[in-house]
């Protein structure tokens, strides 16, 4: 179906949300009144310019207070729509969107609310323009778009109909079953928006916290079902009110929003585009580095072995079990100093991963390929984070390590390492636009939103894995950008006996985080151990944590750059990834970089 945004749901001027809906694929606009009396162009030239971007002028909006009014307030509001009707004409725009009376003059009368919407649909027509009626859920006397509807009903005015707008009527708890006894050709406008599920004033959870279709809480997919049904054939428009939005740049902004409705005509199977190829494992996880040294002294005390090398490129495997760490020392920059660049992910089907990669907008990466190099699939993360869909000794699929010589063979080969988990920092505005992503172009499921305290900041972190758990990537975001602890990321590894991995660590020179003895003093309370168990995890640094399947412990390297590592062990199926001991461990984090001036 053809798709469409709203202007307020992006960033910058009029000029600028024009052009980033165009590039990301609209097929047309909503534009607020704002936008258009804060823009310099003339009515005739915004028109120009949408022309010639090839959006369609879908809606002008809004237009309040129109209805159930006494007499002199109602010629007022005729007033401003003759006015309004006027600039619509210059504008080319069709369809005005009329939200439902917040006026303390309106009152509480559909027969008069009828009459007076039918008013404005004979002067609308005039104009050769339709009135879409738009119960807001904070309305004075009209909320759900059931009563919106009985009053369109009543006018029987050809040129009114009503707009449903997604999050009026899920906010509000109301069944949108009920949209299937509306015609559809009186729903004249479809606005589609999603939001978290909050506890919170309606029109302050509206106007501050939308979000695109797939990022809240919302089942924004059974209603458009619902409109489907009733033979609805207008614009998906996307109509989202977000304080992070507003201040983000509107390019990406609008690509989200457009992928967003990619993944919802998908859902309700109205486009079927390539299926997502779920990854089954991680191949690789890649730091890039200006200075290898530190990093090589970190991975030889965790007992891993640089097994080869690139033919083409300065970057080294490290290898323990089946964990993989990639060194590059090609094109770090000194100002990040270490970070983790990359992620190779086991794709049962690299090509499929990225056809489904570039269907979802996924910016697809060249190929980093000398001559004779396997070919990679790769693309870039929300957050710039490389994704390369590979194979590791599969049959039939080139294997990603046909690029490296052996330089050693690995010790400890079968000793169960392997990555455990990723974790990502995300930059502060691409929080949701990063869980959607990860959701809908590899086909990981996102697991609970958890908020975690840290000394200086709040840090909110969402994982997104596979159904066996071999792939967990752990996305965070931090409350300032500016902090370093917060905005680390790292790369746990699973053994089957974390304390000898702390032990054999620690006496090949590795050091370990220092936890606060108070924790261990708690851990007592809250748990039995054996003998001598809290003992040496009050010695290693090692925390604890259980949930209803099984046991957690884990512990962390001091940070290189931007990344620490993690050893972990999970007992007994626990699902987790600690969050209970988070706050420890970022306070323990900030403590160490105090002391030694980071
Ligand atoms: O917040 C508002 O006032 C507002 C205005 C127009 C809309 O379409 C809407 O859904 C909300
Ligand atoms: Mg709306």
């Known amino acids: 179906m053809r798709t469409s945004i709203a202007t307020v749901s992006l960033s910058g001027s009029l000029t600028e949300k024009l052009t980033a809906a165009s590039r990301a694929g609209f097929d047309g606009v909503e534009i607020f009144e704002n936008d258009l009396l804060a823009s310099p162009l003339t009515p005739e030239e915004i028109r120009a310019r949408c022309a010639d971007l090839g959006l369609t002028i879908d809606l002008y909006q809004p237009m309040r207070d129109v209805e159930a009014l006494p007499p002199q307030e109602f010629a007022r509001a005729l007033r401003r729509a003759r006015h309004k009707f006027e600039l619509m004409r210059r504008l080319g725009a069709g369809t005005v969107l009329v939200c439902s009376s917040v006026s303390p003059h309106a009152v509480d009368d559909d027969a008069l609310a009828a009459e007076q919407l039918g008013a404005l649909a004979d002067l609308a027509q005039e104009s050769g323009i339709r009135v879409a009626y738009e119960a807001l859920a904070w309305g004075r006397h009209v909320s759900t778009y059931d009563h919106a509807w009985r009053i369109v009903e009543a006018a029987g005015h050809p040129a009114l109909g009503t707009c449903l707008d997604s999050f009026h009527i899920l906010s509000r708890g109301s069944d949108p079953k009920g949209i299937e006894d509306i015609p559809g050709e009186k729903i004249f406008f479809l606005q589609l928006a999603d939001a978290p599920l909050l506890a919170m004033d309606v029109l302050q959870w509206s106007r501050h916290y939308r979000c695109f279709p797939g990022q809240g809480g919302f089942d924004v997919a059974g209603l458009l079902r619902h409109v489907l049904r009733t033979g609805y054939d207008g614009p998906l ?100 100093g270490t970070r983790l660049a990359a992620v190779g992910l086991e794709s049962p089907d690299p090509e499929g991963a990225a056809r489904r990669a570039e269907a979802l907008l996924a910016p697809v990466l060249p190929r980093r390929r000398g001559p004779g190099d396997a070919p990679l699939e790769a693309v870039a993360a929300p957050d710039g984070t490389e994704l390369f869909f590979c194979a590791t000794r599969r049959p039939g699929l080139p294997d990603w390590r046909a690029d490296f010589e052996d330089t050693a063979s690995a010790s400890d080969a079968d000793d169960g390492w392997r990555v455990d988990h990723l974790s990502l920092t995300q930059p502060w505005h691409q929080f949701d636009e990063a869980a959607l992503f990860h959701r809908s172009v590899l086909g990981l499921r996102p697991q609970e939103s958890v908020d975690v305290a840290d000394p200086y900041g709040l840090l909110r972190s969402r994982a997104v894995t596979n159904d066996d758990g071999s792939v967990r990537i752990v996305l965070t975001v931090g409350a300032a950008p500016t902090d370093d602890t917060a905005h680390a990321q790292h790369i746990a590894l699973a053994t089957d006996d974390v304390v000898a991995a702390a032990r054999r660590f620690r006496a090949a020179g590795g050091r370990l985080l220092p936890i606060p003895a108070n924790y261990y003093d708690d851990l007592a309370a809250r748990y039995e151990f054996a003998d001598g168990e809290l003992e040496t995890y009050r010695d290693l640094g090692i925390l604890y944590d259980r949930d209803d399947h099984g046991t957690f412990r884990h512990c962390y390297t001091r940070t290189v750059g931007r990344v620490f590592l993690e050893l972990l062990q999970r007992d007994g199926g626990y699902r987790g990834y600690g969050a209970a001991n988070a706050p420890v461990r970022l306070a323990a984090q900030h403590a160490v970089r105090g002391f030694t001036g980071g």
């Open 237 to 336: 428009s996307l109509e989202v009110f977000n304080d992070v939005f507003r201040q983000s740049e509107a390019g990406p902004t609008a690509v989200d929003a457009q992928r967003s409705l990619r993944v919802l005509q998908e859902t309700v199977g109205l486009t079927a585009p390539p299926a997502p190829v779920v990854p089954s494992g991680f191949a690789f996880a890649e730091l890039v580095t200006p200075d290898a040294e530190p990093v090589a002294a970190l991975l030889a005390a965790l007992g891993f072995a640089r097994t080869a090398r690139h033919r083409g490129k300065p970057v080294d495997l490290w290898q323990r079990g089946e964990a993989r760490i990639l060194v590059n020392t090609g094109p770090a920059e000194r100002r990040d």
